[in-house]
């Protein structure tokens, strides 16, 4: 079997051309072995036909097996030079032949270098698309951010909108004035009402004394 690759000429085929050639020399030795038992089976029908014959079934075998070798021996010789024709002129690209698909390679040559200098400048725009890509997340989930304390504030304005109606109703011309008025007021009551949980402590305390 040849040792080259033959990796342009897989390419082209699907598939190597050395296991095409072990599939043909695997076919033709398996028929040679059938063929070496059916002519073995004759041979025996053809001895059991005389009468008196003194050759046993044990002596054919072994003149079968050596038959065997001798054929196989020149199969052997005769198949590694077919393998050489089909090797070089059948399964062979030419040296000088571009395969369709790889003809781009002639348009746009490039050294391992250049080669080299692509790859970088692939990964590098690579990285930059996952960049730009997890800096629209970013802004998209912030847009959506804003979207909602947007509509917080609408409902907030709404509400400012119902009290200062609600405050024109009463007679009340000055909502800023109102909103102060009850902000003053409703610090009063937090004060008191901090002033009487303090006492009710202290005489729970004084009751706790006694």
Known sequence: MSVDPMAYEAQFFGFTPQTCMLRLYIAF?????????VVEGVILKKLDAIPGCQISPSQIRKCTEKFLLFMKDHFDKLFG????????LVLNIPRNVLLPEDRVHEQYPYGKEEFRALQ?????????????AA???ALRAELEEQKAVTAELEKILQCFDGLE?????HGIGNFRESLAFLTHNSKKLQDALKDVKEKSKNMEQHEQLL
């Open 29 to 37: 030795q398996d028929y040679l072995f059938e063929m070496m038992l």
């Open 81 to 88: 030079r077919m393998e050489e024709v089909l090797l070089q």
């Open 120 to 132: 970088e400048e692939l990964q590098q725009l690579q990285q930059q698309c996952r960049a730009e």
């Open 135 to 137: 800096a629209g997340e």
């Open 165 to 169: 109606n609600i405050c024109r109703e």
